[in-house]
């Protein structure tokens, strides 16, 4: 049997402060819940989570199940280093094998020499659970570096991979994409009704300079919806910096 657990974290973009050296995982208690009504302490399990972060759920999931193995995927290196050093004990031994790697390439991914399996047999070998916890985390949010937050000024990156080259950072969206192009992707991956009228604010501002900031860019949607509520601008904020994290060339 294999049970699949995602969840969509609330955004924390209007969180008022960041900790960049504390990370609570907040699902661990739902999920180790979920999990417990399906399988037992000493079960032998083989799991897979899709978004690994910094290895706070899968540390508390290897925990709870002493003798399950788990095969921890992220696309972001920096978190990866984090994970590693949680999870170090246990890939010492074994239990634990990290990739970095794109979530939806799992399949390809040979994991056989990185775990311990003497415990399974070969036709065993399948997952009995998958976690996909989607979304940006607090780690990636604290850092200004980053460019995730809006409250915190920095280079307007967002990107989860900062490793490849290839992938263009929202700057480099924001200040060569065309007017329709900008529409289409905030009424797609942002789901805002002021698509156009953020689309049009944002190819005006950026005549004669370049957007380089995460301050730059939230000036510009905040003074661009001046007859709005403030109210009403922070989620038109909020929104359009989550764009970035919904757009599939990100993962």
């Known amino acids: 049997m294999m049970r699949l657990f995602r969840a969509r974290l609330l955004n924390c973009l209007s969180c008022k402060s960041f900790s960049s050296t504390t990370h609570y995982p907040v699902l661990h208690r739902p999920l180790l819940n979920e999990m417990r009504s399906h399988f037992s302490h000493d079960d032998a399990l083989l799991m897979l989570d899709c978004t690994l972060g910094g290895g706070g759920h899968a540390e508390k999931i290897l925990k709870e199940f002493p003798n399950a193995r788990l095969v921890g995927i992220d696309i972001d290196s920096e ?53 996909a916890d989607l979304g940006f985390n607090s780690y990636q949010l604290s850092d200004p ?66 957007i380089k900031t995460t301050k730059e ?26 764009v970035p994290s919904r757009l599939k060339c990100r993962h």
């Open 145 to 210: 570096h980053r460019g995730f937050s809006y409250q915190l000024d920095g280079e307007l990156d967002m990107r989860y991979d900062r490793t490849r080259n290839d992938t263009p950072t929202c700057a480099d969206i924001v200040n060569s994409a065309a007017e329709y192009e900008l529409t289409e992707i905030f009424t797609k991956f942002g789901e805002e009704n002021y698509s156009r009228h953020l689309a049009k604010s944002i190819i005006k501002a950026r005549k004669g300079r370049i």
């Open 79 to 131: 978190m990866l280093v984090i994970a590693k050093t949680k999870l170090d004990p246990f890939i010492n031994k074994k239990q634990v094998a990290l990739y970095h790697d794109n979530y939806t390439m799992f399949e390809d991914i040979n994991f056989d020499l990185d775990l311990d399996l003497s415990a399974f047999k070969k036709k065993e070998r399948r997952f009995n659970f998958i976690l």
């Open 217 to 242: 860019l939230n000036d510009i949607i905040w003074n661009a919806f001046r007859s709005t509520t403030n109210a009403q601008r922070y989620k038109i904020v909020t929104k359009a910096f989550q």
